[in-house]
């Protein structure tokens, strides 16, 4: 079948956006490199922006994050933020529901692959009084239908039946003393690590440290490491900057937790939509084809997961869901401000919101470079969109491409493959020409996504294991060589408060561990 090219969309489905980027370019048959040599990754990856696998070991033990131990870890109970899987995936503008991390742990015991635990966003925690753990949720304008009940139809009975099997299995070892040696050299370490963090109570955060407020030094925690990960801000083992980044300004550190269970469930292949695809894979759970406005370093601990990968400068042709404005040299992303982004502000090269930064220019840049009357107008001039928001919008940078697109070799019946074959040249055409890299990662590895980077990742269960969990830590993107990565002071500026707020409270929690109060 002849394919739909270019000359032959219309001109409003093909976007022609400013694209100048300058990275690294995968050509048919590339595959993605691995690197054990952390002093090799800055010059061959990190500046050539180019995605790598890291195989060196993980900046953490990665047991304390298995869904065995992380209550303990994190010891963090408020109420988080989740995502409900809908049309086979995550991540479609649905209203997120809450739970606590032990509620979210306890359904992916149960193979209960319906719920995600992604970004959280800081209206809920802006919206607790207390400082400390709250007793309880009073909250009565949650208008989410799930009542805070698990419905047992949602467990899927042969992941608890392996669960079962897993832990006579266990039991078993145990009997026998095969593995009591292992416990005791694995775990007296991650013990006394995982005591630390529970020890060292709220009081951390009460009073006042050399005339700051804790209550100051929390919230600039708050933009560093996001819930439920606030209380690794206390102890000295969690880096806030693994190596080999040490000279990027890490933007935020979170976690991924969910389950992968396959149901057999599927859509109609053979009268494929948008709307009907969603976001279905054959096997596992799919985050959607996607990109990112920081780098990103992604740490596996448990399940395992397919990362597929698509060049910034074929953006135009990853049909995203905002009206992108321009790619810059090191693949980031900008977009246009209007109904598909109604809340976007224009970015520089490195991340930084160009108002904010001329907000900060005005105090902390020499008048030769900018004048107060440029910085002004940068302020005044930002576009704003007044029409009408659409709350269920995805972000700007979500490609409408459905993800089974990106892996119709995995579909085996004939007639299914070749109508989604012409669905994907009809209506998303030039995306199947596309050269992209795919990447298998197990627990304890870990991948280099540079910014602008579209990614597709397939969460699949393990073994006898669905869960799957990751941790993330994101970098603002250099602008220049990584030996000097940014071309200004903003971003380092901005760092100030979290590093220093990090060594007050690493110092705090040493005192009340060692003396038992401050």
Not at 69 to 94: A, P
Not at 247 to 258: S, Y
């Given at each position: 079948?002849?394919?739909?090219?270019?000359?032959?969309?219309?001109?409003s489905?093909?976007?022609?956006?400013?694209?100048?980027?300058?990275?690294?370019?995968?050509?048919?048959?590339?595959?993605?490199?691995?690197?054990?040599?952390?002093?090799?990754?800055?010059?061959?990856?990190?500046?050539?922006?180019?995605?790598?696998?890291?195989?060196?070991?993980?900046?953490?033990?990665?047991?304390?994050?298995?869904?065995?131990?992380?209550?303990?870890?994190?010891?963090?109970?408020?109420?988080?933020?989740?995502?409900?899987?809908?049309?086979?995936?995550?991540?479609?503008?649905?209203?997120?529901?809450?739970?606590?991390?032990?509620?979210?742990?306890?359904?992916?015991?149960?193979?209960?692959?319906?719920?995600y635990?992604?970004?959280?966003?800081?209206?809920?925690e802006?919206?607790?009084?207390?400082?400390?753990p709250?007793?309880?949720?009073?909250?009565?304008?949650?208008?989410?239908?799930?009542?805070?009940?698990?419905?047992?139809?949602?467990?899927?009975?042969?992941?608890?039946?392996?669960?079962?099997?897993?832990?006579?299995?266990?039991?078993?070892?145990?009997?026998?003393?095969?593995?009591?040696?292992?416990?005791?050299?694995?775990?007296?370490?991650?013990?006394?690590?995982?005591?630390?963090?529970?020890?060292?109570?709220?009081?951390?955060?009460?009073?006042?440290?050399?005339?700051?407020?804790?209550?100051?030094?929390?919230?600039?925690?708050?933009?560093?490491?996001?819930?439920?990960?606030?209380?690794?801000s206390?102890?000295?083992?969690?880096?806030?900057?693994?190596?080999?980044?040490e000279?990027?300004?890490?933007?935020?550190?979170?976690?991924?937790?969910?389950?992968?269970?396959?149901?057999?469930?599927?859509?109609?292949?053979?009268?494929?939509?948008?709307?009907?695809?969603?976001?279905?894979?054959?096997?596992?759970?799919?985050?959607?084809?996607?990109?990112?406005?920081?780098?990103?370093?992604?740490?596996?601990?448990?399940g395992?997961?397919?990362?597929?990968?698509?060049?910034?400068?074929?953006?135009?042709?990853?049909?995203?869901?905002?009206?992108?404005?321009?790619?810059?040299?090191?693949?980031?992303?900008?977009?246009?401000?209007?109904?598909?982004?109604?809340?976007?502000?224009?970015?520089?090269?490195?991340?930084?919101?160009?108002?904010?930064?001329?907000?900060?220019?005005l105090?902390?840049?020499?008048?030769e470079?900018?004048?107060?009357?440029?910085?002004?107008?940068?302020?005044?001039?930002?576009?704003?969109y007044?029409?009408?928001?659409?709350?269920?919008?995805?972000?700007?940078?979500?490609?409408?491409?459905?993800?089974?697109?990106?892996?119709?070799?995995?579909?085996?019946?004939?007639?299914?493959?070749?109508?989604?074959?012409?669905?994907?040249?009809?209506?998303?055409?030039?995306?199947?020409?596309?050269?992209?890299?795919?990447?298998?990662?197990?627990?304890?590895?870990?991948?280099?996504?540079?910014?602008?980077?579209?990614?597709?990742?397939?969460?699949?269960?393990?073994?006898?294991?669905?869960?799957?969990?990751?941790?993330?830590?994101?970098?603002?993107?250099?602008?220049?060589?990584?030996a000097n990565?940014?071309?200004?002071?903003?971003?380092?500026?901005?760092?100030?408060?979290?590093?220093?707020?990090?060594?007050?409270?690493?110092?705090?929690?040493?005192?009340?561990?060692?003396?038992?109060?401050?």
């Open positions: 079948m002849k394919r739909t090219t270019d000359k032959d969309v219309p001109a489905k093909l976007q022609k956006p400013d694209n100048a980027y300058k990275g690294y370019v995968v050509q048919a048959g590339d595959q993605i490199q691995s690197v054990k040599e952390k002093k090799a990754f800055r010059n061959d990856f990190l500046d050539a922006r180019k995605p790598a696998k890291l195989t060196c070991k993980p900046p953490v033990a990665i047991k304390k994050f298995r869904l065995e131990s992380i209550v303990r870890t994190l010891n963090y109970d408020r109420l988080l933020q989740v995502e409900r899987k809908v049309n086979y995936g995550f991540g479609l503008g649905q209203k997120k529901e809450l739970l606590t991390l032990k509620e979210i742990v306890d359904r992916l015991k149960l193979g209960d692959d319906s719920y635990l992604t970004t959280q966003y800081e209206k809920l802006d919206d607790e009084e207390s400082l400390g709250s007793d309880e949720d009073d909250s009565d304008d949650d208008d989410s239908d799930d009542d805070g009940t698990f419905d047992p139809s949602q467990i899927d009975i042969e992941a608890l039946k392996a669960a079962i099997k897993k832990n006579d299995a266990d039991i078993a070892r145990f009997e026998k003393g095969d593995f009591l040696k292992e416990l005791e050299d694995e775990d007296e370490q991650i013990m006394a690590e995982e005591e630390e963090t529970r020890a060292i109570s709220d009081a951390v955060w009460r009073g006042e440290e050399g005339g700051i407020p804790m209550y100051e030094v929390y919230d600039e925690i708050k933009t560093l490491f996001q819930p439920p990960l606030l209380n690794l206390k102890v000295s083992w969690f880096p806030v900057v693994p190596a080999p980044f000279n990027l300004v890490p933007q935020q550190i979170n976690l991924w937790m969910g389950s992968s269970v396959v149901s057999g469930q599927k859509p109609d292949l053979l009268h494929p939509t948008r709307e009907s695809l969603g976001n279905y894979v054959p096997e596992g759970n799919s985050s959607g084809l996607h990109h990112d406005h920081a780098d990103n370093l992604y740490v596996l601990t448990q395992r997961k397919r990362f597929t990968l698509y060049l910034p400068k074929d953006a135009a042709k990853l049909y995203t869901v905002g009206n992108i404005s321009k790619v810059y040299e090191n693949g980031l992303i900008d977009y246009q401000v209007d109904e598909k982004a109604p809340l976007w502000k224009p970015m520089r090269e490195d991340g930084a919101i160009i108002s904010q930064w001329a907000e900060w220019a105090e902390n840049v020499s008048k470079e900018y004048s107060d009357e440029t910085l002004e107008g940068m302020i005044e001039n930002e576009p704003k007044t029409g009408k928001k659409d709350d269920t919008l995805d972000p700007p940078s979500f490609s409408r491409v459905p993800p089974i697109l990106a892996h119709l070799d995995e579909i085996t019946d004939p007639e299914a493959r070749k109508l989604l074959e012409e669905f994907a040249d009809r209506e998303f055409p030039g995306f199947r020409d596309l050269n992209k890299l795919e990447v298998w990662l197990e627990p304890g590895e870990m991948l280099y996504v540079p910014t602008g980077w579209f990614h597709e990742v397939t969460s699949y269960s393990s073994g006898e294991d669905s869960a799957h969990i990751a941790l993330n830590w994101w970098f603002m993107p250099p602008s220049q060589g990584v990565p940014y071309k200004d002071d903003y971003w380092d500026y901005h760092f100030g408060g979290p590093k220093e707020a990090v060594m007050i409270t690493r110092d705090r929690a040493e005192k009340l561990k060692k003396y038992g109060s401050l």
